[in-house]
């Protein structure tokens, strides 16, 4: 199930948006925001109480350098690991400093995953609406459908391959707290940017609230 989800989740979104076309963007910002939810909760019960128990005086300076790096993926990937996507312009080639950018993070994000088999269910949440959203665009900017299906694969099985990386390369191990520190970092500034841009004017109605209580609620119990 840990190389299993995530792909399958980002294959799905695919799928979603190929053949169902769905026009409620309110109902996919809400998918955001329990994604964003569900990802936090269990960064913040699961992963975090790990690393500090690991007593590396290190570890914040890891998480920080994490949330950096994040922020310099997203100068070139510009957001669309949150669903933040814009533009109407025909593109003629694939975005590569969008795919280089979008499949970093998501080969990071798996590192964990083999010590932390619930965190393959956030990411799986966390990449559907993704996967929707971008297929979207590109759809809508005349991405040539090859490049696309390349594009989304490609995407669908970074995350499963830092885990497979994680799981069989011991040598891995020994930097293992400061990987997933990393990977906290990255964790943190997503979700909690997804949870602050998943609805107009980043203001908080009741069905915004219900879904991340429910994220939170859902990550208490696995």
Do not use: R
């Amino acid at each position: 199930m840990n190389y299993i989800l995530p792909l399958l989740s980002v294959i799905l979104g695919y799928a979603i948006a190929l053949f169902i076309k769905p026009k409620k963007k309110n109902n996919l910002k809400l998918l955001l925001a329990f994604s964003g939810s569900f990802l936090l909760s269990i960064t913040v019960m699961h992963l975090l109480p790990e690393v500090y128990e690991s007593h590396n005086l290190s570890v914040g300076i890891f998480i920080m350098l994490g949330i950096l790096f994040q922020i310099v993926l997203e100068f070139f990937s510009k957001g669309a690991e949150h669903g933040h996507v814009h533009g109407h312009d025909k593109m003629t080639q694939m975005p590569w400093l969008l795919f280089i950018s979008l499949c970093i993070h998501a080969f990071l994000e798996g590192f964990p995953v083999g010590h932390h088999h619930d965190l393959a269910y956030g990411i799986a949440i966390h990449h559907l609406p993704i996967a929707i959203i971008l297929t979207t665009f590109f759809l809508n900017a005349q991405l040539n459908k090859t490049a696309l299906f390349l594009f989304m694969v490609s995407f669908a099985i970074m995350t499963p391959l830092g885990t497979f990386i994680s799981d069989y390369f011991p040598i891995l191990n020994q930097y293992y707290t400061q990987i997933t520190a990393i990977v906290i970092g990255i964790l943190f500034h997503i979700s909690s940017t997804i949870i602050f841009e998943s609805s107009e004017g980043h203001k908080f109605n009741i069905a915004k609230i219900s879904v991340i209580i429910l994220g939170i609620l859902l990550a208490c119990y696995l």
